[in-house]
C-alpha cells in the first residue's frame, strides 16, 4: 500500500486543521485505517483507527477533538482535528493494516504515510 498524507501545517491554539492521506495500490476498503503523531524522541502515538465499514476508535488523549472518517471510493481518510492544542504539535501519520482489527500498536500496521507536520502555536 502506498499512503500519501497531506494537511499539516502552522496553527493557532484552539483552531482547526484536516489531514488527508490518500491510498493507492489495493482495494481500499480492506484495510483499517490509523493515525498516529510523534514527537522527536518519543514513540509513535496511537490517535485513532476507523475500519471498513466507519466504525472507529480513539485514544482517549483526542476524543472529542478529533475525529477519523474515511471515502472508500475516493481511497481517502481523514483527520479533523479541532480545538488544537501546543502539545498536539507533532509529524502526524496514516496508517493501513489488512484486517477487520481496530488495533492501537503501531506495530500491527503494514504500511506507513510520510508524516506531515502539524505546528500548533501563536
Known amino acids: 500500500v502506498q499512503l500519501q498524507a497531506s494537511g499539516g501545517g502552522l496553527v493557532q491554539p484552539g483552531g482547526s486543521l484536516r489531514l488527508s492521506c490518500v491510498a493507492s495500490?489495493?482495494?481500499?476498503?480492506?484495510?483499517?485505517m490509523a493515525w498516529f503523531r510523534q514527537v522527536p524522541g518519543k514513540e509513535r502515538d496511537f490517535l485513532g483507527a476507523?475500519?471498513?465499514?466507519?466504525?472507529?476508535t480513539y485514544s482517549n488523549s483526542v476524543t472529542n477533538r478529533f475525529t477519523i472518517f474515511r471515502n472508500n471510493d475516493k481511497n481517502a481518510v481523514y483527520l479533523q482535528m479541532d480545538n488544537l492544542e501546543p502539545e498536539d504539535t507533532a509529524v502526524y501519520y496514516c496508517?493501513?493494516?489488512?484486517?477487520?482489527?481496530?488495533?492501537?500498536?503501531?506495530?500491527?500496521?503494514?504500511?506507513w504515510g510520510q508524516g506531515t507536520l502539524v505546528t500548533v502555536s501563536s
Open positions: 476507523i475500519n471498513r465499514s466507519g466504525g472507529v
Open positions: 496508517a493501513a493494516a489488512r484486517t477487520v482489527i481496530l488495533h492501537r500498536r503501531a506495530s500491527e500496521y503494514e504500511s
Open positions: 495500490g489495493v482495494i481500499f476498503s480492506n484495510y483499517v
